[in-house]
C-alpha cells in the first residue's frame, strides 16, 4: 500500500471516529464542540474549568469539568494528567468537547485524531 493510499484512509478513520463522536453526543442531548488541542486550555484539576479559544477573533469558552469528567484517547479513557500530555506532545490533534444540556459542564474531552510516536 501506498504511503498516499495509508494517511488517506487513516485520515477517513479520524473523520469517522470524529463524525461519531459528535453523532452520539447529539443523540444523547449533548453539545459538542470540534476543537484543535491548541485551542484549549484544560483545567488544573477536577472539578476545573475549561477554557476554548476557537478563533483569535471568537470570544473564549468556558466550560465547568468536574469529577465524572471523561478523558479519552481513542477508544482508551485516560487521566487528565495523560491528556495533558497528549496536548502538549500534539498541539494539532483533533479534539471533540462535549458539554451537557447546561451548556456549561463537560462530559468529555476526546482525542480523535491519531497522535505522534
Known amino acids: 500500500m501506498s504511503r498516499t493510499t495509508h494517511l488517506f484512509r487513516t485520515g477517513l478513520a479520524i ?8 453523532a452520539s453526543a447529539q443523540q444523547a442531548g449533548q453539545h ?15 472539578p476545573g ?3 476554548a479559544l476557537p478563533c483569535s477573533s471568537c470570544a473564549v469558552l468556558s466550560f465547568s469539568t468536574t469529577n465524572t469528567t471523561a478523558y ?10 495523560a491528556i495533558r500530555r497528549a496536548f502538549a506532545e500534539n498541539p494539532d490533534a483533533n479534539v ?6 447546561d451548556f456549561k459542564t463537560v462530559q468529555r474531552v476526546l482525542i ?3 497522535l505522534k510516536q
Open 49 to 51: 474549568v475549561l477554557a
Open 112 to 114: 480523535t485524531s491519531t
Open 72 to 81: 479519552e484517547i481513542g477508544a482508551e479513557k485516560v487521566t487528565l494528567e
Open 15 to 22: 473523520a469517522a471516529l470524529a463524525l461519531c463522536a459528535l
Open 32 to 46: 459538542a464542540h470540534e476543537l484543535q488541542a491548541s485551542m484549549i486550555t484544560l483545567p488544573s484539576s477536577d
Open 96 to 101: 471533540v468537547v462535549t458539554v451537557g444540556n
